[in-house]
Nanobody, 123 residues
Framework: QVQLVESGGGLVQAGGSLRLSCAASGRAFSSYDMGWFRQAPGKEREFVAAISTSGANRYYADSVKGRFTISRDNAKNTVYLQMNSLKPEDTAVYYC????????????????WGQGTQVTVSS
């Protein structure tokens, strides 16, 4: 089993940057594909980014491509989401998730989820 704890959220002005972290505890973090998702008030959860176990493969939602970068440090059991050029529409609770079986953009495939961290982008 994997426990996930996100951090790094906060309030930032449009155009600013934040780096989210997701620390994992439990065994074999390097065996899990990792994803970031977000949910804005009144909206469904949506995929943001995903990274394979080695970091060699990465997926991004079109809405964040070129602005966000997902990375991981398996020695530190941590996955990151660097968010640049933030926009008000990026405001949401951001969640990290872990999956043992496949690198996917589908939230329903992920086994473990963190509690989320709030990101608010002011205009």
């Amino acid at each position: 089993q994997v426990q996930l704890v996100e951090s790094g959220g906060g309030l930032v002005q449009a155009g600013g940057s934040l780096r989210l972290s997701c620390a994992a505890s439990g065994r074999a973090f390097s065996s899990y594909d990792m994803g970031w998702f977000r949910q804005a008030p009144g909206k469904e959860r949506e995929f943001v980014a995903a990274i394979s176990t080695s970091g060699a493969n990465r997926y991004y939602a079109d809405s964040v491509k070129g602005r966000f970068t997902i990375s991981r440090d398996n020695a530190k059991n941590t996955v990151y989401l660097q968010m640049n050029s933030l926009k008000p529409e990026d405001t949401a609770v951001y969640y990290c998730a872990a999956d043992r079986f496949r690198l996917t953009t589908r939230g329903s495939q992920y086994e473990y989820w963190g509690q989320g961290t709030q990101v608010t982008v002011s205009s």
